[in-house]
Structures are given as C-alpha cells and as structure tokens.
C-alpha cells in the first residue's frame, strides 16, 4: 500500500482545461479561473476520490479551511474587492473543489453568483502573467 | 465587557423573512430557506459583525466547519440529494451565512446555482412542518 496521500489524484480534465496552474500548497493544487471577468482561484484537495467536504479526512479538512483562509488572503493582496463568494459546488465537475472568488461591486455578475455567469473571457497574455506573479508572491506571505 | 459571545448578535431581517427557524447549534443559528425548490439550510453564526469567513475567531472557525458537516448530515437524513452546493456569498446579505443545500439533477436549477435562480417557492404548511420535525431529528443524531 502507498503511504503517499497523493497517490492517484489526477485534476480533472475539465478543471485543468478552464483554468491556470498558480500553486501547490500542502493540500491543495491552486488554480485560477481563466476568466479575466473575476479574480477566481479554485483550490482542488490533491486527494484521490473526494466529491463532498466531508469525504475529506479530518485533518485534511482542517487544513483546507486553512488554505481557503489562504487563497482569501492571496487575493486581498493582489487584487481590489469589496466581498469575497467562498462555494464548493460540483453540479458538473464532480471532483472535489472550492471555488475562492473576488467579487467587486462593479463586475460583470454582482450581486448574482459567478457560477453560470454566461462564458469566460479569457485573460490577455500579459495580464494573466501580471496577475499569476502578483498572486504567487501574495500566497508566499 | 461582556463575555458573552453572543451579545450584540441579531439575525440579518432579509435572512429572517426568507427563512424558518430549525434550532440553534453551538455556534449557528440553523435556518431552512423558505423554497419548497431546494431543501436548504442557512447557518449563521451568532456572533457580531461577521461578513467573511476569516471574519471567525480559529476556535469558531472549527466550528463552523464541525456544523457545516452537521447541516450536511441533517440534509442527507432528511432527503434525497445528487451532490451538496455549499457556499458563503454574502452579496446581497452581508452578515456572514453559509448555505447548505441539497441538490438533485432534477431540481429546477440544476446544474446552474441556486443563487439568483427565480422566485422562491413557499412551503405548504403541511410540508414545511413535516420537513422541519425530520430536519430536527435528523439534526439531533
């Protein structure tokens, strides 16, 4: 048997098609949304299996708590909002992940959710290279 | 000072219009969303001045994930679900609320959110009364 948590985890193909790889913290693979519409990170527990938050074993959930208090202060120091939509949804990609997203007042969707907001926009080059380093030097903090 | 730490606590007017009292846990106030749609739950931690997640003290912020599983279990006792929507928006009603739903494939929204989706859907007294004495005993377990 592998002692290796990790083992088997694979991301999901739909997750990995939609979004940028920003890091690896202890649990989870964080991503950002490709969707320059909402500074959006999704975290993914690189666990084998899990659909549901409590399909996490005890010490993984309270460390996922810690890594969405994380993502929240990643992105208050990169970008600017005014409230943050933390959501584990999973109507269509099953594996588990959490969605650690922005939201400002004036964007695009406010008040409504994000989830099913018409199509992404996809970032510029520049500005997604621009964001990706504000938020790998933000998460180091 | 008061070193109660519930002084001060009042639930938002818009969550109490839109809502039926289930109990009070530890920390939340325990809520069922008046949309016969979505069996749904609201917890609300009944603390002052709350908007965000890291807005929770660590030991509160345990516990709140100890009474998300909780709301989880409750549902799942109580109901049918496909999968479990949970999430903290906050951008209509600041004071921080975590909802807690059960979603199935053939609800209205799926596989959009529920958030933003129409009108609600009142309850029947009938099925309202009958959903909330499975919800305490189930809540109770």
Request: overall charge neutral.
């Amino acid at each position: 048997m592998s002692t290796n948590p990790e083992a088997g985890f694979e991301l999901d193909p739909r997750l990995a098609a939609d979004t940028i790889q920003v890091a690896d913290w202890d649990l989870c693979r964080v991503l950002l949304m490709n969707d320059a519409q909402f500074p959006w990170l999704v975290l993914v527990p690189r666990r084998r299996g899990l659909a549901e938050l409590d399909d996490l074993d005890p010490g993984d959930r309270a460390l996922l708590l810690q890594e969405i208090q994380r993502a929240m202060q990643t992105l208050r120091n990169a970008v600017a909002y005014d409230k943050f939509n933390v959501g584990a949804l999973g109507n269509i990609v099953r594996q588990l992940h959490i969605h650690v997203i922005a939201r400002r007042r004036t964007d695009a969707a406010w008040p409504g959710p994000v989830w099913g907001y018409g199509r992404a926009v996809a970032y510029a080059p520049d500005a997604r290279d621009r964001l990706l380093t504000a938020l790998r030097w933000a998460g180091d903090g």
